[in-house]
């Protein structure tokens, strides 16, 4: 007579009793370990067949010293660029059976090497997306973390990838365009101060006024958001730039809305830039200009490179991949027109 556990539940011990067999065998067979007799392979199954018994995923998973499941730490999944990246990755890791386990840090970097280590005790590898993290923080936790793959950040730890888009000459790109345009003032509405893609756009500023210096840039505090595009209407035209380069299409977008409710046009009265053309950004009124990043590619180029690391695979390929973003120029950049008065709201 088969006796259940105090919890009531058939356990691996039932099975082994019912089937005449040791613990060890019956965790084997239920493993796909073929190395156990096929007779008594099957004399196990059918025992577990006839009790109905359900192995437990969570000690299969610690015998097999695998979860079947990579995680993704993400600084704000409201923002459609990260997203799209968790798409290309959920997409490509499922092709080949893997769960993605989520963690936001809600652009709180502090807890970002938390999530992290939490997020990686639970899965067979980890996708750090454009962490706020210092790089003094993310040299010190790399090393625990791997198998790892990094997405627009860098590491000196080995075995790392890293999959960067070069916001540097993106920008760059953008500032050229508005140039071309006739625009001699520009201003740059920033992203969050720990955002190491806000840096790579920094960088490639301070390029660009080396280029141009008869171009005037100013720097703006901003953010990431809708939101901060919309409170910076005050600042934006306070600085008297008649070209804005914002940090992504978010902030585009919100301060294109802020223009408009003061009665400016876009680009009659001023030219908007974003950067990453999220799906929302041909379609805004007028449609966006901005930078084109490849975002689903970079999820799935991540799983690509964190499934070799986690088999051992010789594809595995430390060291950095960049990732060239495209102008694509639309209806929200126009010349320059007649010096404009600095408008108060």
């Not at 769960?99 to 992290?116: K, N, P």
């Not at 006024?209 to 901003?222: C, S």
């Not at 490849?294 to 990732?323: C, D, F, M, V």
């Amino acid at each position: 007579m088969v006796r259940k556990s105090a919890s009531g539940r058939i356990g691996i011990a039932d099975v082994a009793v019912k089937a005449g067999v040791s613990h060890a065998t019956v965790s084997r067979v239920m493993n796909g370990n073929f190395t156990v007799d096929p007779d008594i392979a099957a004399r196990v199954r059918a025992a577990a067949a006839e009790l109905k018994y359900q192995p437990n995923p969570v000690g299969r998973s610690l015998a097999l010293g695998k979860t079947d499941t990579i995680g993704i730490v993400v600084p704000d999944l409201a923002n459609p660029t990260f997203q799209a990246i968790l798409r290309g990755l959920s997409r490509a890791a499922a092709q080949d059976g893997y769960r993605v386990l989520i963690a936001d840090s809600f652009e709180v970097s502090s807890e970002e090497s938390i999530l992290a280590g939490e997020a990686r005790r639970r899965c067979d590898g980890l996708v750090l997306c454009a962490p706020r993290m210092s790089d003094a923080e993310l040299e010190e936790i790399a090393p625990s973390l791997r198998p790892l793959v990094l997405i627009n950040r860098t590491t000196a730890a080995a075995e790392v990838p890293s999959l960067v888009v070069d916001y540097g000459q993106g920008v760059q790109d953008i500032a050229e365009h508005l140039v071309e345009l006739g625009h001699t003032r520009l201003a740059f509405l920033a992203g969050p101060p720990r955002s190491a893609s806000n840096g790579m756009r920094l960088q490639g500023l301070e390029t660009f006024k080396a280029a141009h210096p008869q171009v005037e840039v100013t720097m703006l505090e901003g953010g990431s958001d809708f939101d901060t595009g919309h409170e910076a209407v005050d600042a934006v035209l306070e600085s008297g730039a008649t070209g804005i380069l914002a940090f992504n299409d978010l902030v585009a977008m919100g301060l294109m809305s802020g223009l408009h409710e003061r009665g400016l046009d876009v680009p009659g009265d001023i030219s908007v830039t974003g950067f990453d053309d999220i799906p929302f950004a041909k379609y805004t009124t007028p449609a966006l200009t901005t930078a084109a990043v490849p975002i689903t590619e970079l999820g799935e180029q991540a799983w690509h490179q964190l499934r070799a690391l986690i088999r051992n695979e010789e594809s595995a390929a430390p060291g950095s991949s960049r990732y060239q973003p495209r102008l694509e120029v639309r209806a929200s950049t126009g010349p320059e027109k007649a010096p404009r008065s600095t408008v108060h709201g």
